[in-house]
């Protein structure tokens, strides 16, 4: 079983900037997805960013160029650098962890969420 456990949500306002972390802890695999998602009420879960134990990402179209994603291997974390934020990025953001491409009968692992409010 992996855990995960996020951090750095808040309150900014338009313009500003805030990173998100988030660690998964328990019976890692080797190979990976790790990443990002976001849902508004009422909206379904998008895709934000995911990023590989290789190192290979991928951005929705509407945070390319404003959002980064890295990873530390070492510490089984991810990181969401979000400049630049617009009141449209507000929602909840979820970890998300991945191993199916490489152990297709693994489980798939959530994040309880943590909120991001972009707001003047």
């Known amino acids: 079983q992996v855990r995960l456990a996020e951090s750095g949500g808040g309150l900014v306002e338009p313009g500003g900037s805030l990173r998100l972390s988030c660690e998964a802890s328990?019976?890692?695999?080797?190979?990976?997805?790790m990443g990002w998602y976001r849902q508004d009420p009422g909206k379904r879960r998008e895709l934000v960013a995911t990023?590989?134990?290789?190192?290979?990402?991928n951005y929705a179209n509407s945070v390319k160029g404003r959002f980064t994603i890295s990873k530390d291997n070492a510490k089984s974390t991810i990181y969401l650098r979000m400049n630049s934020l617009k009141p449209e990025d507000t929602a909840l953001y979820y970890c998300?962890?991945?191993?199916?491409?490489?152990?297709?009968?693994?489980?798939?692992?959530w994040g309880q969420g943590t909120q991001v409010t972009v707001s003047a």
């Open positions: 998300n962890y991945d191993p199916r491409t490489w152990n297709p009968g693994a489980p798939v692992t």
């Open positions: 328990g019976n890692i695999a080797g190979h990976y997805f």
């Open positions: 990023i590989t134990t290789f190192g290979t990402t």
